[in-house]
Structure formats: C-alpha cells, structure tokens
C-alpha cells in the first residue's frame, strides 16, 4: 500500500491548512516589526513659492514705471502744477480770444511769442490788458486781475517761447542822475513834470502819474506803443534804477509848494492862472466897495 495511500483527502488538506497558518502569520509580524524599526516614511518637501518679479518701467508697455515703483497710489495720477493750470485758465479766458490759444495772434490782436515776460506785466499791471473796450492807446487803469494771477499769466506766456525782455529789478538810485536822464529821453514827450503831452496823429505821451518804479522800468525796457525800448546796452542798470527814482520824485507832493500843481505845465501858465484870478478878485472888491459907497 503506498505510503498516506490510507488516509483521507480532506484529512490531508486540513493538515496542510494547519500547517501553513503559523507561517502566513509570522511573516505578518515581521513585517510590522520591520516597519516600525524604520520609522515614518518622510514625505516629499512641497516645492517652494517662485517669487513675482515686480514689475519695472522698461518691464511695462511703453514704459511707463507701475504705481508701486513710483509710490503712487494705484489708478492716480500726480497732480499738475497748480499756478500753471491757473495760468492757463486766466488766458483762455480772458485773452485766447484776441492773441490766440497758443499766442500766434489773430486779426483782433498781436501773436505774443517773444514779447517777454516784462512785456506782459506791464501790460496787465497797468490795467491796459484786457481791454475794456477797443481802443488805439488803452489807458492807465486798476489792474484786472491781482497780483497772484498776474503773475500766472506772465508764467502761461512766456511757455509760448520766443525769448523777450525779462522783468527788471530796480533798486533806488542817484536823483540827481535820474533828472539828467529823464530830460534827455523821455521829457520831450511826457512833459519836463512827467504829465504827458500830445503827440502827432491825435496819440499821446501817457502821463506819469501813478507809474511804480517797476512799470518805468519795465516799460523802458520794452518801448510799448510808440516809446522806443532802451536796452542794457544803451540804458545801464545804474541809470535805469535812478530813472525810476526821478519818476518817483515828480509824483511827489514836494514840487507843488504853492498848493495846487495846476497840471504841473510850467511857471508861465501858472504866473497867468495867477494874474487871471487876482484880477478877478481886484474886479469884484472894486464893485463891492463901489455898492458900498451908494448906500
């Protein structure tokens, strides 16, 4: 009989189960044993952030720097100068219409390009600009505007370019100077006492009265209407600053002794306002005493 040949087969395959069970769980053990001597299994490192490169001028279309670059709040943009937007406002308002937007001039005015600076405040200080109402010689007056804005003006028009004289300084000077200055350039029409005269073609010298020392030499300077201009080169600063010492003398109330300036036209039509009204008053005591003399 062969060997197992008498035992039976479910007997053999319930030996071989309880056989192999010790060993399926054995190998089990290990494998934990194993797994705990090892330790935690460390996880892949997460890949860190790759930082944004902020932006830069060259680094934006057209090159425009980023508000964070230029410090700028986000969506702002920074302020103009407000003295020239002022300026600005002041022209179109007030003279675009007659010189132009841009100052190139028009039918109705002079292109403004290249007067200067002191062109443009003497014409605003004095109150000849902007005019009032058409006319060949625009009068002395209350200036338009104040100071502040004048000078916003000046500011918005010499923007246009062209170069033209600057505004003076002027100091006090020699009056003595002055005098010898103001008789040989300007007394021949403004007058010996500075009150004007008439000119040829029914125009005339303005009177001097109430010119501050800065419009005598800005006007100097510029030679407005038919006044010629008197450079550096042919006025010095030093005869410039007496001329306008001297204006300033004639306005004064120190020449007019007898009380009355009369217009300040001379001695000889002064001895004759004077004979005139003692005459008069010779004529009417004498009919006074005559009345007198009735009763």
């Not at 170069?163 to 103001?182: A, H, Q």
């Not at 080169?233 to 001329?243: F, I, K, P």
């Not at 001297?246 to 001695?267: F, I, K, M, N």
Request: proline share 11%.
């Amino acid at each position: 009989m062969p060997r197992g040949a008498g035992v039976p087969r479910g007997a053999a395959v319930a030996e071989a189960g309880r056989g192999g069970r010790p060993n399926g769980w054995r190998a089990l053990l290990i494998a934990v044993v194993l797994g705990l001597a090892a330790g935690p299994v460390p996880l892949p490192a997460a890949a860190a952030p790759v930082p944004v490169p902020t932006p830069t001028a060259a680094s934006l279309p057209g090159g425009t720097a980023s508000p964070a670059a230029t410090g700028g709040p986000t969506g702002t943009v920074p302020p103009a100068d407000p003295a020239g937007a002022r300026g600005a406002d002041l022209y179109l308002r007030n003279c675009a219409s007659c010189h132009g937007p841009a100052g190139q001039g028009s039918q109705r005015g002079p292109g403004l390009v290249g007067v200067g600076p002191a062109s443009v405040d003497f014409q605003l200080s004095t109150g000849r600009m902007p005019l009032e109402k058409v006319a060949v010689q625009p009068p002395h007056r209350r200036p338009a505007f104040s100071a502040e804005d004048i000078r916003a003006i000046v500011a918005h028009v010499d923007s246009f370019g062209g170069g033209g004289p600057e505004i003076p300084t002027v100091s006090p000077g020699d009056l003595r100077t002055g005098r010898e200055v103001f008789l040989a350039n300007c007394a021949a029409c403004h007058s010996a006492a500075g009150v004007g005269a008439t000119l040829t073609n029914g125009l005339i010298a303005p009177s001097l009265e109430g010119s501050t020392p800065l419009q005598v030499a800005e006007a100097v300077r510029v030679g407005p209407g038919l006044m010629p201009a008197f450079p550096e080169t042919v006025l010095q600063q030093r005869e410039l600053d007496a001329l306008a010492s001297y204006v300033q003398e004639l306005r004064g109330d120190r020449l007019d002794r007898g009380g009355a300036s009369l217009g300040r036209l001379g001695p000889t039509t002064e001895g004759l306002v004077a004979w005139g009204v003692g005459l008069l008053l010779l004529v009417l005591a004498a009919r006074w005493l005559g009345r007198r003399a009735d009763e």
